[in-house]
Protein backbone atom coordinates (compact mmCIF):
# COMPACT_ATOMS: atom_id res chain seq x y z
CA UNK A 1 0.00 0.00 0.00
CA UNK A 2 0.90 3.40 -0.86
CA UNK A 3 -0.10 7.07 0.58
CA UNK A 4 0.40 10.05 -1.60
CA UNK A 5 0.95 13.38 -0.02
CA UNK A 6 0.39 16.52 -1.32
CA UNK A 7 0.12 20.02 0.11
CA UNK A 8 0.36 23.51 -1.44
CA UNK A 9 -0.81 26.91 -0.40
CA UNK A 10 -4.11 28.39 -2.09
CA UNK A 11 -5.70 32.01 -2.30
CA UNK A 12 -7.69 33.00 0.68
CA UNK A 13 -11.50 31.92 0.46
CA UNK A 14 -10.65 29.39 -2.72
CA UNK A 15 -11.89 26.48 0.48
CA UNK A 16 -15.48 26.23 -1.09
CA UNK A 17 -14.36 26.02 -4.71
CA UNK A 18 -11.65 23.25 -3.83
CA UNK A 19 -14.36 20.99 -1.97
CA UNK A 20 -16.60 21.76 -5.04
CA UNK A 21 -14.09 20.09 -7.40
CA UNK A 22 -13.06 17.35 -5.16
CA UNK A 23 -16.43 16.33 -4.45
CA UNK A 24 -16.69 15.90 -8.76
CA UNK A 25 -13.31 14.59 -9.22
CA UNK A 26 -14.44 12.11 -6.12
CA UNK A 27 -17.17 10.91 -8.12
CA UNK A 28 -14.74 9.60 -10.75
CA UNK A 29 -13.78 5.63 -10.54
CA UNK A 30 -9.71 5.70 -10.58
CA UNK A 31 -8.16 2.34 -10.78
CA UNK A 32 -6.12 1.21 -7.80
CA UNK A 33 -6.98 4.44 -5.10
CA UNK A 34 -8.64 3.13 -2.03
CA UNK A 35 -8.96 6.58 0.04
CA UNK A 36 -8.93 10.29 -0.36
CA UNK A 37 -8.79 12.93 2.56
CA UNK A 38 -8.67 16.31 1.76
CA UNK A 39 -7.69 18.50 4.35
CA UNK A 40 -7.46 22.19 5.83
CA UNK A 41 -4.36 22.60 8.11
CA UNK A 42 -6.09 24.25 11.80
CA UNK A 43 -3.28 26.34 11.70
CA UNK A 44 -2.76 27.97 8.11
CA UNK A 45 -6.37 28.12 6.76
CA UNK A 46 -4.54 28.87 3.34
CA UNK A 47 -2.84 25.04 3.28
CA UNK A 48 -4.99 22.30 1.44
CA UNK A 49 -3.42 18.62 2.23
CA UNK A 50 -4.66 15.76 -0.13
CA UNK A 51 -4.06 12.22 1.16
CA UNK A 52 -4.32 9.57 -0.98
CA UNK A 53 -4.31 5.89 -0.27
CA UNK A 54 -3.39 3.54 -2.88
CA UNK A 55 -2.93 -0.30 -3.78
CA UNK A 56 0.46 -0.07 -5.57
CA UNK A 57 2.89 2.48 -7.14
CA UNK A 58 1.69 1.69 -10.80
CA UNK A 59 -1.62 2.96 -9.91
CA UNK A 60 0.03 6.21 -8.86
CA UNK A 61 1.98 6.53 -12.32
CA UNK A 62 -1.01 5.72 -14.23
CA UNK A 63 -3.30 8.00 -12.45
CA UNK A 64 -0.84 11.09 -12.67
CA UNK A 65 -0.09 9.93 -16.74
CA UNK A 66 -3.80 10.51 -17.04
CA UNK A 67 -5.45 13.05 -19.34
CA UNK A 68 -8.13 13.39 -15.91
CA UNK A 69 -5.39 13.69 -13.74
CA UNK A 70 -4.22 16.57 -16.37
CA UNK A 71 -6.93 18.25 -16.58
CA UNK A 72 -8.14 18.25 -12.62
CA UNK A 73 -5.14 19.43 -11.98
CA UNK A 74 -4.70 22.33 -15.28
CA UNK A 75 -8.57 23.57 -15.00
CA UNK A 76 -9.25 22.86 -11.33
CA UNK A 77 -6.59 23.59 -8.91
CA UNK A 78 -3.82 25.65 -10.78
CA UNK A 79 -6.32 28.65 -10.48
CA UNK A 80 -6.62 28.23 -6.77
CA UNK A 81 -3.30 27.36 -5.87
CA UNK A 82 0.09 30.16 -4.89
CA UNK A 83 3.32 29.86 -4.04
CA UNK A 84 4.75 26.28 -2.78
CA UNK A 85 3.54 23.05 -2.95
CA UNK A 86 5.18 19.29 -2.58
CA UNK A 87 4.49 15.83 -3.02
CA UNK A 88 5.36 13.02 -1.03
CA UNK A 89 5.12 9.26 -2.10
CA UNK A 90 5.44 6.85 1.09
CA UNK A 91 5.11 2.90 0.79
CA UNK A 92 3.05 1.93 3.97
CA UNK A 93 5.38 -0.09 6.30
CA UNK A 94 2.06 -0.28 9.06
CA UNK A 95 -0.93 0.58 9.23
CA UNK A 96 -4.54 0.43 11.78
CA UNK A 97 -7.42 1.48 10.53
CA UNK A 98 -10.60 1.85 13.40
CA UNK A 99 -14.08 2.62 12.20
CA UNK A 100 -13.57 4.92 9.29
CA UNK A 101 -16.41 6.02 6.86
CA UNK A 102 -16.85 8.56 4.43
CA UNK A 103 -18.26 11.87 6.21
CA UNK A 104 -17.58 15.45 6.36
CA UNK A 105 -16.90 17.77 8.48
CA UNK A 106 -16.89 20.99 7.16
Known amino acids: ?10 YPGSWPAIEDRYNKLMQIPIEGLKARF ?3 DV ?5 IFTITI ?3 Q ?4 RWEASDAYREFLDQAMRPLTVGSQSVSLC ?3 LYL ?3 LQPQTDV
Do not use: L
Not at 1 to 10: A, G
Open 97 to 99: IND
Open 54 to 56: WDK
Open 38 to 40: VSQ
Open 1 to 10: MYVRIYWSKI
Open 91 to 93: KTR
Open 43 to 47: EDEES
Open 58 to 61: ESIV
